[in-house]
Nanobody, 121 residues
Framework: VQLQASGGGLVQAGGSLRLSCAASGRTFSSYTVGWFRQAPGKEREYVAAISWSGGSANYADSVKGRFTISRVNAKNTVYLQMNSLKPEDTAVYYC???????????????WGQGTLVTVSS
């Protein structure tokens, strides 16, 4: 599975962005997809994950109620809708895929290249 994240950019605090994770491969619908982020000088952290069917989703406490993860398997795409953005959301965002439903970065087998989100105050 190859993944490509897109949709990042510069936005003011309180604004919104939608990230996309486009995948290649026929078996994409079999994979859990997660979003992670890494801010400058910080470790990569978990953001959200969605099961292969879209029936289960999980969020980090820091984004719960503001971010929504969704997927359209027919389009091989997972989305991360980010609302009420804060300066502390500034990071490079990565999507990743795995066969299990997990929030642990080390359990993900495939990673996209990342897209930069910058939130100005």
């Amino acid at each position: 599975v190859q993944l490509q994240a897109s949709g990042g950019g510069l936005v003011q605090a309180g604004g919104s962005l939608r990230l996309s994770c486009a995948a290649s491969g026929r078996t994409f619908s079999s994979y859990t997809v997660g979003w992670f982020r890494q801010a400058p000088g910080k470790e990569r952290e978990y953001v959200a994950a969605i099961s292969w069917s879209g029936g289960s989703a999980n969020y980090a406490d820091s984004v719960k109620g503001r971010f929504t993860i969704s997927r359209v398997n027919a389009k091989n795409t997972v989305y991360l809708q980010m609302n009420s953005l804060k300066p502390e959301d500034t990071a490079v965002y990565y999507c990743a895929a795995t066969t299990r439903f997990t929030v642990v970065a080390g359990d993900y087998d495939y990673w996209g290249q990342g897209t930069l989100v910058t939130v100005s105050s």
